[in-house]
């Protein structure tokens, strides 16, 4: 399994903009996917973005065109970026791997935005 490790969560204004990393431990090269889940308040956790081995990228509706997921495999880091955040994005966002038949979670990161 790889270790995975969220960061760059925080508090934020509407419309502003935060750039969630996740860094692992090993080359992500080989990753067949990596995803960002985020778990609202007293919700149940969702898929947000989607990133393939291959690069291709996919979004949940409520975040296309605000959201970019993309890697950097000489650091072994997936990133988020998020702009024109709404209140509604406030959530735990976690980091997700799956290399054959192996899961890997990282640990989350709070991400608040207020009205």
């Known amino acids: 399994q790889v270790h995975l490790v969220e960061s760059g969560g925080g508090l934020v204004q509407a419309g502003g903009s935060l750039t969630l990393s996740c860094a692992a431990s090993?080359?992500?090269?080989?990753?067949?996917?990596m995803a960002w889940y985020r778990r609202p308040p007293g919700e149940q956790r969702e898929l947000v973005a989607t990133?393939?081995?291959?690069?291709?990228?996919s979004y949940v509706d409520s975040v296309k065109g605000r959201f970019t997921i993309s890697r950097d495999t000489t650091k072994n880091t997936m990133y988020l970026q998020m702009n024109s955040l709404k209140p509604e994005d406030s959530a735990v966002y976690y980091c997700?791997?799956?290399?054959?038949?192996?899961?890997?979670w990282g640990q989350g990161t709070q991400v608040t935005v207020s009205s």
């Open positions: 997700f791997a799956r290399d054959y038949d192996d899961r890997s």
């Open positions: 090993r080359s992500i090269l080989s990753i067949d996917v």
């Open positions: 990133l393939t081995r291959s690069g291709s990228a």
